[in-house]
Antibody, heavy 120, light 108 residues
Framework: QVQLVESGGDVVQPGGSLTLSCAAS????????VHWVRQAPGKGLEWVAF????????FFADSVKGRFTISRDTSKNTLFLQMNSLRTEDTAVYFC?????????????WGQGTLVTVSS | SYVLTQPPSVSVAPGKTAMITCGGN??????VHWYQQKPGQAPVLVIH???DRPSGIPERFSGSNSGNSATLIISRVEAGDEADYHC???????????FGGGTKLTVL
């Protein structure tokens, strides 16, 4: 069965950096686009970033563009989110989600999320 | 940027029909997807491409999309349907995924 397992969430100071990972299994990882989505405490869902199945296209929300980087390691079936210059407003649960083969959305599978807290 | 507007909350009695709207400029020209999220859990896709149900989703869930509004319809509401519901579209003009603000469905 499809599984997405996030890790790497932590408490980090403003201005700091953190890398999240998402281990994928149960599907051909190299054939699907994947996303990061976040949810601040008590708030709605906010899309963060997308990477195409072959890594050839990457899209970012305006709120993270220039600070976050998305990448994937097909040999390890793993998705990454490198977060730099973190701000208190980046505090959220970060989910990875599986997109389609030829379409960006919808997301048919989600991980359970990892918590990132940005605080001094 | 493209904006999706949902009511913050909707209340419905058990057995009745709940309708959750998602407003956006000419949203009828886009494909709308809906997610259900229960407290402490990841979202689950309940309607894709405006009105289609993924495998395993009860027939009580349906959707429509026209003009400037899309609607998630939950018939014969049960206590277990109490959750947050989020609509989603793709904004091709900016290569962005857009979510609505989410609607909390309360079963009275």
């Amino acid at each position: 069965q499809v599984q997405l397992v996030e890790s790497g969430g932590d408490v980090v100071q403003p201005g700091g950096s953190l890398t999240l990972s998402c281990a994928a299994s149960g599907f051909i990882f190299s054939s699907y686009g994947v996303h990061w989505v976040r949810q601040a405490p008590g708030k709605g869902l906010e899309w963060v970033a997308f990477i195409r199945f072959d890594g050839s296209s990457k899209f970012f929300a305006d709120s993270v563009k220039g600070r976050f980087t998305i990448s994937r390691d097909t040999s390890k079936n793993t998705l990454f989110l490198q977060m730099n210059s973190l701000r208190t407003e980046d505090t959220a649960v970060y989910f990875c989600a599986k997109g389609g083969r030829t379409v960006v959305i919808p997301f048919d599978y989600w991980g359970q999320g990892t918590l990132v807290t940005v605080s001094s | 940027s493209y904006v999706l507007t949902q009511p913050p909350s909707v209340s419905v009695a058990p057995g009745k029909t709940a309708m959750i709207t998602c407003g956006g400029n000419n949203i009828g020209s886009k494909s709308v997807h809906w997610y259900q999220q229960k407290p402490g859990q990841a979202p689950v896709l309940v309607i894709h491409y405006d009105s289609d149900r993924p495998s395993g989703i009860p027939e009580r869930f349906s959707g429509s999309n026209s003009g400037n509004s899309a609607t998630l319809i939950i018939s014969r509401v049960e206590a277990g349907d109490e959750a947050d519901y989020h609509c989603q579209v793709w904004d091709g003009s900016k290569d962005h995924v857009v979510f609505g603000g989410g609607t909390k469905l309360t079963v009275l």
